[in-house]
């Protein structure tokens, strides 16, 4: 892959978006448990050798290979899964950060399904490795506000003291993740969403409805990321125009202009890229070269490898003009079936989930529910975006609820991302069929 330096990435401007994390911070509060305990088992014990993450190196170029691997794997499945013509963003970094802190208390084939999403024949170091380093990534950011942040909840009343302490300090340490034991109860949801509130900036309010009964832990990551254009669009470049939606309808927005020296393009698609301060990050917007195609349809069919071969051999410099929609969009879905049909079912099921490693023995703790949320502001100043993800793990028996010129008008549906610039790894990844 082409890596532009920092001073080409300045000439040709970019931006895009990928994806979202679950995550941890650090707090303690004690609880005594009732007694109501789910195994009396002192001796649990982790499969994923913890002290040996921090030790262990790992292929970047193929970890990020493998990564938007699983970016667009998941994007397209989540369009598969929620049919229609929605707007729709998910952060794939948010989602892998929370079901990296389930997987680190897995074991047997519930481990191996979790670490092949993400990263197919790789191993469960190698990818607790590189999540960890992205969440380091993150919330290292210059110039831009980027964070990543992780929580668990432990009922107090059910699972107590009897979780693996070597389990609770991995996740402390290597996902920054806060851990409060506590009673559940009805306040316990607005606790939760009280913290993803502060955590996303006040653009996530709530992720949690309810907790069912039997829930013994919640897990849940959070993402912000606000960052202005590097190049600020001035009010001769903003101008009200008509946008087509995905259903053929039109309807008026505010879009902004822009002349960029240089545009990618594929055989299935057009794209420009408009930089953040700072020139780590970018908004990568994709335009399908089928004018009829909704946002949605052209995303499922667009896979990595089209990904691959649009950014990194499809530059090509030439005078662009480029305009988009300013647009604000908010969306959210449970994420177990798209999870299971790419692969990871074991843990959903009572039956086979192992995730022994946090508490018990196989089969005491299933994952009942993977609930996912986003929401993106695009503007003349710049982007807004955050994304929550929320893990809730259950007890056995409970139901599962004069160059040549370029024009790429964003007038039609269309891709975006928020991505690295150096890596073109998304962070956050999503469409556009209306304003």
């Not at 998941?74 to 963003?89: A, H, I, P, R, Y």
């Not at 695009?378 to 004069?402: F, L, P, Q």
Request: net charge negative; proline share 3%.
């Amino acid at each position: 892959m082409k890596i532009c330096n920092k001073k080409e990435l300045k000439i040709m401007t970019g931006i895009m978006a990928a994806t979202l994390l679950l995550g941890g911070c650090t707090s303690n509060t004690t609880a005594k448990p009732s007694g109501n305990q789910l195994t009396d088992d002192p001796k649990i014990k982790a499969e994923i050798a913890f002290e040996e993450v921090g030790k262990t190196q790992y292929d970047q170029e193929l970890m990020d290979s493998e990564y938007n691997r699983y970016c667009f794997e998941l994007f397209s499945q989540t369009l598969k899964d929620n049919d229609g013509d929605e707007n729709v963003m998910i952060s794939p970094a948010s989602i892998m950060m929370a079901l990296d802190m389930v997987a680190a208390g897995a074991k047997g084939e519930s481990l191996d399904q979790l670490t092949n999403l993400f990263a197919k024949g790789q191993g469960p170091l190698t990818q607790q490795a590189y999540a960890a380093a992205l969440m380091d990534k993150i919330n290292n950011a210059k110039d831009v506000d980027f964070s990543c942040a992780n929580a668990v909840w432990n009922n107090g009343l059910l699972l107590g003291d009897n979780v693996n302490m070597e389990y609770v300090d991995y996740i402390r340490e290597t996902f920054l993740a806060e851990y409060t034991v506590t009673d559940f109860n009805d306040k316990t949801p607005s606790e939760i969403n009280a913290w993803v509130d502060k955590k996303t900036n006040h653009m996530i309010p709530e992720v949690i409805d309810e907790l069912k009964p039997r829930t013994v832990m919640v897990l849940v990551n959070a993402i912000s990321f606000d960052a202005k254009w590097e190049d600020k669009y001035n009010e001769d470049q903003i101008h009200d125009g008509e946008f087509r939606k995905a259903d053929g309808s039109k309807q008026t927005v505010t879009y902004l202009n822009d002349k960029l020296p240089g545009y990618y393009e594929s055989d299935k698609a057009t794209a420009f890229m408009k930089m953040y301060t700072g020139g780590q990050y970018a908004f990568l917007a994709i335009l399908p070269k089928d004018e009829n195609i909704s946002a949605n349809e052209f995303a499922k069919i667009f896979t990595s490898e089209d990904y691959k071969a649009l950014v990194e051999g499809g530059f090509q410099s030439g005078m662009t003009y480029t305009k988009m929609p300013e647009f604000k969009s908010d969306f959210n879905y449970l994420a177990n079936d798209t999870l299971k049909n790419l692969g990871v079912t074991d843990v959903f099921d009572e039956n086979t989930a192992d995730l022994s490693g946090i508490s018990g023995k196989p089969g005491d703790l299933y994952v009942s529910r993977v609930i996912h949320k986003t929401h993106i502001e695009v503007d003349k100043k710049g982007t807004k975006a955050s994304a929550a993800t929320a893990v809730t793990i259950r007890s056995k028996g409970v139901d599962i609820e004069e160059m040549p010129q370029k024009e790429i008008y964003c007038d039609r549906p269309y891709v975006y991302a928020i991505v690295d610039v150096n890596t073109m790894t998304p962070i956050f990844i999503g469409t556009v069929n209306q304003v």
